[in-house]
């Protein structure tokens, strides 16, 4: 359900940042410390991406190579599973890619649609640009409803704190939004991270999520993919 960081800012901080360059910068140091060596891809690549100006128009044109998967307006594929893109945080977007260029966070898939020429920081930034810009639609995959009050419970208790009360992310640390997310995608991934298959999680969330039983874990994808869309500042 995240992406890394090795803590969270100090709480003094948190109350006297007001700056977003200022958060972004200190976040994103902080992460890019914590990070494995990677040949493959230079620690400076997301921090270019990330103090570029995304183009949305160049990003449309650019995303035509992910529509396969993501679908023209990326919403993704509820049964693949495939996230849905549209909305999601510019800063969540550049994270990822750049964690899967640089062998971070493990998706195999993706590789070659990131790597090398395929995509350079620009290119990225414009993407990302355009994705968080656009209108989220398509049908989202949503679980079966069964047990949300306990979802919610869990989700209130052990995950706001990163992704926001109601699953809109914070996009200063890179932690996604998760509301209204395809229910398999979100039920994989975290059954990825648990089992220590995803490559770049929070070490935190990684033991957290150990401690869920697969009724919990499905529990709280179930109650995330019945969230509204959170309205995010342009």
Same mark, same amino acid.
């Given at each position: @359900?995240?992406v890394?960081?090795?803590?969270? #800012?100090? %709480?003094? !901080?948190? /109350?006297?940042?007001?700056? /977003?360059?200022?958060?972004? $910068? ?5 992460? !890019? ?14 921090? +270019? ?7 949305? +128009? ?15 307006? +990326? $919403?993704g594929?509820?049964?693949? *599973?495939?996230?849905? !893109? ?8 550049i994270?990822?890619?750049s964690?899967?260029?640089?062998? /971070? ?11 090398? +020429? ?11 640009g355009?994705?968080q810009a ?7 995959g949503?679980? *079966? ?25 914070? %996009?200063?640390?890179?932690? *996604? @939004? ?9 039920? =994989?991934? @975290?059954?990825?991270? =648990?089992?220590?298959? =995803? ?5 935190? @969330? ?13 529990a ?8 509204? #869309? $959170?309205?995010?500042? /342009?």
């Open positions: @359900m995240s890394p960081h090795a803590c969270h #800012p100090p %709480a003094r !901080l948190k /109350r006297s940042w007001t700056s /977003r360059r200022c958060l972004v $910068s200190w976040v994103a140091t902080l992460a !890019l410390s914590s990070l494995p060596a990677v040949a493959a891809d230079p620690p400076d690549s997301l921090m +270019a991406a990330l103090t570029l100006q995304g183009d949305p +128009a160049r990003g449309k044109a650019a995303f035509d190579n992910c529509i396969g998967c993501h679908r023209k307006d +990326a $919403s594929r509820a049964a693949d *599973p495939i996230p849905r !893109l549209s909305g999601q945080h510019a800063s969540v977007i994270k990822q890619v964690d899967i260029r640089g062998g /971070r966070r493990i998706n195999d898939p993706m590789k070659p649609y990131v790597d090398g +020429a395929a995509m350079d920081a620009q290119t990225l930034a414009d993407i990302a355009y994705l656009l209108p989220m639609s398509g049908t989202l949503k679980g *079966p409803g069964t047990d949300l009050e306990r979802g919610k419970s869990l989700f209130e208790r052990d995950c706001a704190g990163c992704h926001g009360a109601r699953g809109e992310g914070i %996009a200063e640390a890179f932690h *996604p @939004m998760l509301a209204a997310q395809h229910y398999r995608y979100l039920l =994989r991934e @975290m059954q990825l991270i =648990r089992d220590g298959n =995803r490559g770049n999680s929070n070490p935190a @969330m990684v033991q957290l999520v150990k401690t869920y039983p697969p009724a919990d874990l499905e709280v994808a179930d109650y995330l993919s019945q969230l509204p #869309p $959170s309205v995010k500042p /342009r």
